[in-house]
């Protein structure tokens, strides 16, 4: 049962113009959700993160929006650039102590110069 | 500021050997994470370690453990390797964390752990 799921593999922009990643979720408890860059032969990376009580983060060119009510984030990359390239991970935890976090597959970004 | 580290960066072992994969934390942070990806496969969390307890467990066989040391480095222990466990293991590291707070987990580059 996949609880964190990025259903396009990939998503290909133009230098400049604005990325936008989605990711759904099915478990309601989720209150904590990240969004994680990976280089190749790299641990991921965190870029920035949401908590339910929101429904934006913004940190430089990146924005986190948050639709509790249709369980759906998305992050926002303005302007897009070839350094952009990478694949994205979406990521969800449950409150309290619990701590372990939900991954989704992953999407690969390409900006295209 | 020196990130997560892991070592080795790769091990190579044989089917029903003992491997042992290390991770220091980042300066200051108390709790550690260690996940899997398996290829296809998202990231999948195996534990996680806080004041040198363990205090999550994912869902994997008891020959995945490990230990939280007193300086807050980790170990993470596989025995009996099957082919399956194949995989790349990361380590992450958070500030502790404190009732109804929130703290993102920083990975290190991990271990790729190939089973011949």
């Known amino acids: 049962d996949q609880q964190v799921k990025q259903n396009s593999p990939s998503l290909s922009v133009q230098e400049g113009r604005i990325s936008i990643l989605n990711c759904d979720y099915t478990?309601?408890?989720?209150?904590?959700f990240l969004w994680y860059k990976k280089y190749p032969a790299e641990g991921p990376t965190f870029l920035i993160s949401?908590?339910?009580?929101?429904d934006k983060n913004e940190d430089g060119r990146f924005t986190v929006f948050l639709n509790k009510s249709a369980k759906h984030l998305s992050l926002h990359i303005v302007p897009s650039q070839p350094g952009d390239s990478a694949v994205y991970f979406c990521?969800?935890?449950?409150?309290?102590?619990?701590?372990?976090?939900?991954f989704g597959k992953g999407i690969t970004l390409s900006v295209r110069p | 500021e020196a990130g997560v580290t892991q070592s080795p960066t790769h091990l190579i072992k044989t089917r029903g050997q003992q491997a042992t994969l290390r991770c220091s934390p980042i300066?200051?942070?108390?709790?550690v994470y260690w996940y899997q990806q398996a290829l296809g496969l998202g990231l999948q969390f195996l534990l996680w370690?806080?004041?040198?307890?363990?205090?999550n467990r994912g869902n994997f066989p008891p020959r995945f453990s490990g230990r939280q040391f007193p300086n807050y480095s980790s170990e993470l222990n596989v025995n009996a390797l099957e082919l399956e466990d194949s995989a790349l293991y990361l380590c992450?590291?958070?500030?502790?964390?404190?009732?109804?707070?929130?703290?993102?987990?920083?990975f290190g580059d991990g271990t790729r752990l190939s089973i011949l």
């Open positions: 949401i908590s339910s009580i929101k």
């Open positions: 990521a969800a935890s449950e409150p309290g102590a619990n701590s372990k976090l939900t």
């Open positions: 478990n309601s408890m989720f209150d904590y």
């Open positions: 300066s200051g942070h108390t709790s």
């Open positions: 370690y806080d004041e040198g307890e363990e205090r």
């Open positions: 992450a590291s958070s500030l502790r964390l404190l009732q109804g707070s929130n703290q993102p987990q920083h």
